[in-house]
């Protein structure tokens, strides 16, 4: 009974808090245009003054990475430790550094 | 009601104040109560949000200019003596927010139309010899902006989207036109107001009102009605039968129990 | 959000690990870790189906849930009430879309779960088929059913599933300031006239049971409890979190000198709690059957919205196709 009919489409929502962060994903709305998306998302996750700044994106344009894969991407990194700081070891009296 | 020079001379009494004060209120305060019959019901969950938000705004703007008008009358009354405690023919908001709901199309027309209006009172009405009306200006020309974003928007979208979105939306500025022309015209608060320096005159808001509203309807593809000499202005007391039914039911509490604390 | 994918995952994940016990093991030794399960991760699909009812269930409790006080949006007593009752039952519905974004990240769309609440197939938190005869409801719907809500939603912002437990820490966030202004609304009446004070009684004798019993069934006959347990959807079980809200509500209706609706009601001393008299379960089976005093008002109502509704989105729909096809001509 249920014909395909056809739903706004899904879009992600980006809010930057304030000046000097980043957006941050903060959930999706729905909205038939880019115009909309914002609108909906304006009154959906600003109402307590959440926010200076909105991205919203259709959520079919995100490309994620498969989890499956998660181990082959991140895992690698892993043994790097040379890239931290923490790896040398400095005398202590010598400052800045 | 008409203005009289006497009254005028009396550049901005506390009297002028309390009639201005209240007729802007008014409009805001029965847009309000309009829109909040809309929520839990809309079209889409995104639009009951868009909707409440309208109202609250709107509902804001009435608080502020009511408690001002119960401060400068004096009498002691508070923003819900005057809200819920005075009949119909004491309000004078313009008649177009008080027509009801209809449908969205009517709804987002009604607004559409309040909205470009307010834009230009508001915009204007920041440089009131008043502060407090200013003031009040100031925070709501913001809030109107967005809300005229929105309503142009849905204008567009309705007149432009479907035959029947097309044909509701068509239907609903056919219907409400005609409450357009006491917007811009003599003989109520806003013109004495505008001659005591305390807001604009209500005449000088219509070109660019109607330039921006023509070229949202040209977009949206739907027609201008043309215009009617309609001279029955909420403003002047002189309301249709909603306002009663509206008041019924949102002074119903008031009413009920007088005197009690909520 | 990101549900576009999902369709592949299942076939990729598992050439990762072919052996389903496996996957099974890990998915399960990640949930008592207390690490969280992301949308694309592997999930069993048991977990899947028990998180998109336990979801949507609770998204279609927020958007039934702005009927009964939506209902004196128009006619509440004072411009300030009004206010917050707007902003309330808007805040509600803001809930309710939050969480069917977190339930779409598990594959399914909005439109699909709506059209189950519409046809009468998906479950609605029981309390919102009782109705709001007075002004005092609202009061009692802040203080009792949001006081019960949120003791039930707490727990969930640490559940396994992420977008569920992001959403919920948005939501609890939100509401706490529901549960204070009911609380506020029936202290304003038990203080007032005779006739206030009457009604506040009254609300409380009609909601305190409800409420109650929004947290579901006895332990004993409860039947997702333990498995919901294991995946870390729920953390304390329906009798536990019941018993917490007596302790807290009780003394509450003292303070406000009303009295809570149950002969049998008593401070125990050993255990200190408060023994309560028997709920009526058969009430709570009969209005979750659909014989409540406004199931059927309720759904008519969401029906009507969304029918009436239908031009609206579909115009908004046809715009935007029209105006993509003219900026591609355009280009």
Redesign the interface.
């Given at each position: 009974m249920?014909q395909q009919?056809?739903?706004?489409p899904?879009w992600?929502v980006f809010i930057r808090a304030r000046s000097g962060l980043e957006h941050k994903h903060v959930?999706?709305?729905?909205?038939?245009?880019a115009?909309?998306a914002i609108?909906?998302a304006?009154?959906?996750y600003t109402?307590?003054q959440e926010g200076v700044s909105i991205w919203v994106v259709r959520?079919?344009d995100?490309t994620?990475s498969?989890?499956?894969e998660a181990e082959a991407l991140f895992e690698p990194a892993k043994d790097k430790i040379y890239r931290h700081p923490t790896f040398y070891a400095i005398p202590d009296e010598v400052k800045n550094l | 009601m008409s203005a009289s020079p006497a009254i005028v001379t009396h550049s901005a009494s506390a009297e002028l104040r309390f009639r201005y004060a209240t007729y802007l209120g008014d409009t805001s305060l029965i847009l309000a109560q309009r829109l909040g019959e809309w929520v839990g019901h809309a079209p889409?969950l995104?639009e009951d949000?868009?909707l409440a938000?309208i109202a609250l705004d709107l509902l804001g703007q009435a608080r502020y200019l009511l408690s001002y008008a119960g401060e400068i009358e004096g009498k002691g009354r508070s923003e819900d003596d005057l809200a819920f405690l005075r009949d119909p023919s004491d309000f004078s908001n313009l008649a177009l927010v008080e027509q009801p709901n209809v449908d969205f199309g009517h709804t987002i027309v009604r607004q559409f139309l309040l909205d470009a209006w307010q834009l230009e009172l508001f915009e204007k009405l920041q440089a009131s010899s008043e502060p407090r009306f200013a003031e009040l200006a100031a925070k709501a020309l913001k809030e109107t902006r967005?809300h005229y974003?929105?309503s142009a928007?849905w204008v567009v979208?309705l007149g432009d989207g479907t035959e029947e979105s097309h044909n509701r939306v068509q239907a609903g500025l056919d219907a409400l036109w005609r409450f357009t022309s006491e917007m811009f015209a003599p003989g109520a608060a806003d013109e004495e107001a505008a001659a005591a320096g305390l807001g604009p005159d209500p005449a000088s808001l219509r070109a660019a009102w109607l330039a921006n509203v023509e070229q949202v309807l040209q977009t949206a593809t739907l027609k201008r009605p043309a215009d009617v000499p309609f001279r029955w202005f909420g403003k002047r007391h002189q309301h249709t039968d909603h306002l009663s039914h509206l008041l019924a039911e949102m002074q119903f509490m008031q009413r009920t129990y007088p005197g009690a604390q909520w | 959000?990101?549900?576009?994918?999902l369709d592949s995952?299942g076939a990729?994940?598992l050439?990762?690990a072919t052996d389903a016990v496996t996957l099974e093991q890990r998915f399960q030794s990640k949930v008592d870790a207390d690490e969280r399960i992301?949308p694309?991760?592997?999930m069993p699909d048991a977990y899947r189906q028990t998180l998109i009812r336990q979801i949507s269930q609770h998204a279609h409790s927020e958007i039934v849930g702005m009927l009964p006080e939506g209902n004196w949006i128009t006619r509440a007593p004072s411009l300030r009430r009004k206010a917050v009752l707007i902003?309330k039952v808007?805040?509600e519905g803001?809930h309710g879309?939050?969480l069917y974004?977190?339930a779409?990240t598990l594959g399914i769309?909005?439109?699909?779960l709506i059209?189950q609440l519409l046809a009468g197939t998906a479950k609605y938190s029981s309390i919102f088929n009782y109705p709001t005869p007075t002004w005092a409801d609202v009061g009692a719907i802040g203080w009792l059913v949001d006081g019960a809500a949120i003791m039930n939603q707490i727990p969930i912002c640490r559940c396994s599933y992420g977008p569920y437990a992001?959403?919920m820490v948005?939501i609890c966030k939100?509401e706490s300031f529901h549960q204070r202004q009911g609380f506020e609304i029936m202290m304003t009446l038990a203080r007032g006239t005779a006739e206030q004070k009457r009604m506040a009684q009254d609300a409380l004798n009609r909601w305190w049971w409800p409420s109650l019993m929004m947290f579901g069934p006895n332990d004993a006959t409860s039947k997702h409890t333990a498995q919901s347990m294991r995946w870390k959807i729920k953390r304390f079980t329906n009798d536990e979190l019941r018993q917490k809200f007596i302790d807290i509500t009780v003394p509450q209706a003292e303070y406000l000198g009303l009295k809570v609706p149950d002969p049998d009601l008593r401070w125990d001393e050993q255990t200190q709690h408060y023994i309560h008299g028997p709920i009526d379960w058969k009430e709570f089976e009969d209005v979750l059957k659909g014989n409540g005093p406004c199931n059927r008002e309720r759904l008519e109502t969401r029906r009507r919205a969304h029918d009436e509704g239908r031009w609206v989105?579909e115009a908004?729909?046809a715009?935007?196709e029209k105006?993509r096809a003219r900026d591609t001509q355009a280009a």
């Amino acid at each position: 009974m249920s014909q395909q009919r056809k739903q706004w489409p899904l879009w992600e929502v980006f809010i930057r808090a304030r000046s000097g962060l980043e957006h941050k994903h903060v959930g999706s709305i729905h909205a038939v245009d880019a115009r909309m998306a914002i609108e909906h998302a304006r009154d959906l996750y600003t109402r307590r003054q959440e926010g200076v700044s909105i991205w919203v994106v259709r959520s079919s344009d995100i490309t994620a990475s498969d989890p499956g894969e998660a181990e082959a991407l991140f895992e690698p990194a892993k043994d790097k430790i040379y890239r931290h700081p923490t790896f040398y070891a400095i005398p202590d009296e010598v400052k800045n550094l | 009601m008409s203005a009289s020079p006497a009254i005028v001379t009396h550049s901005a009494s506390a009297e002028l104040r309390f009639r201005y004060a209240t007729y802007l209120g008014d409009t805001s305060l029965i847009l309000a109560q309009r829109l909040g019959e809309w929520v839990g019901h809309a079209p889409a969950l995104e639009e009951d949000l868009a909707l409440a938000n309208i109202a609250l705004d709107l509902l804001g703007q009435a608080r502020y200019l009511l408690s001002y008008a119960g401060e400068i009358e004096g009498k002691g009354r508070s923003e819900d003596d005057l809200a819920f405690l005075r009949d119909p023919s004491d309000f004078s908001n313009l008649a177009l927010v008080e027509q009801p709901n209809v449908d969205f199309g009517h709804t987002i027309v009604r607004q559409f139309l309040l909205d470009a209006w307010q834009l230009e009172l508001f915009e204007k009405l920041q440089a009131s010899s008043e502060p407090r009306f200013a003031e009040l200006a100031a925070k709501a020309l913001k809030e109107t902006r967005y809300h005229y974003r929105f309503s142009a928007g849905w204008v567009v979208r309705l007149g432009d989207g479907t035959e029947e979105s097309h044909n509701r939306v068509q239907a609903g500025l056919d219907a409400l036109w005609r409450f357009t022309s006491e917007m811009f015209a003599p003989g109520a608060a806003d013109e004495e107001a505008a001659a005591a320096g305390l807001g604009p005159d209500p005449a000088s808001l219509r070109a660019a009102w109607l330039a921006n509203v023509e070229q949202v309807l040209q977009t949206a593809t739907l027609k201008r009605p043309a215009d009617v000499p309609f001279r029955w202005f909420g403003k002047r007391h002189q309301h249709t039968d909603h306002l009663s039914h509206l008041l019924a039911e949102m002074q119903f509490m008031q009413r009920t129990y007088p005197g009690a604390q909520w | 959000m990101y549900t576009q994918g999902l369709d592949s995952l299942g076939a990729d994940c598992l050439h990762q690990a072919t052996d389903a016990v496996t996957l099974e093991q890990r998915f399960q030794s990640k949930v008592d870790a207390d690490e969280r399960i992301e949308p694309k991760d592997w999930m069993p699909d048991a977990y899947r189906q028990t998180l998109i009812r336990q979801i949507s269930q609770h998204a279609h409790s927020e958007i039934v849930g702005m009927l009964p006080e939506g209902n004196w949006i128009t006619r509440a007593p004072s411009l300030r009430r009004k206010a917050v009752l707007i902003a309330k039952v808007q805040d509600e519905g803001g809930h309710g879309m939050y969480l069917y974004s977190a339930a779409e990240t598990l594959g399914i769309s909005r439109d699909e779960l709506i059209e189950q609440l519409l046809a009468g197939t998906a479950k609605y938190s029981s309390i919102f088929n009782y109705p709001t005869p007075t002004w005092a409801d609202v009061g009692a719907i802040g203080w009792l059913v949001d006081g019960a809500a949120i003791m039930n939603q707490i727990p969930i912002c640490r559940c396994s599933y992420g977008p569920y437990a992001r959403a919920m820490v948005r939501i609890c966030k939100e509401e706490s300031f529901h549960q204070r202004q009911g609380f506020e609304i029936m202290m304003t009446l038990a203080r007032g006239t005779a006739e206030q004070k009457r009604m506040a009684q009254d609300a409380l004798n009609r909601w305190w049971w409800p409420s109650l019993m929004m947290f579901g069934p006895n332990d004993a006959t409860s039947k997702h409890t333990a498995q919901s347990m294991r995946w870390k959807i729920k953390r304390f079980t329906n009798d536990e979190l019941r018993q917490k809200f007596i302790d807290i509500t009780v003394p509450q209706a003292e303070y406000l000198g009303l009295k809570v609706p149950d002969p049998d009601l008593r401070w125990d001393e050993q255990t200190q709690h408060y023994i309560h008299g028997p709920i009526d379960w058969k009430e709570f089976e009969d209005v979750l059957k659909g014989n409540g005093p406004c199931n059927r008002e309720r759904l008519e109502t969401r029906r009507r919205a969304h029918d009436e509704g239908r031009w609206v989105r579909e115009a908004a729909l046809a715009y935007a196709e029209k105006q993509r096809a003219r900026d591609t001509q355009a280009a």
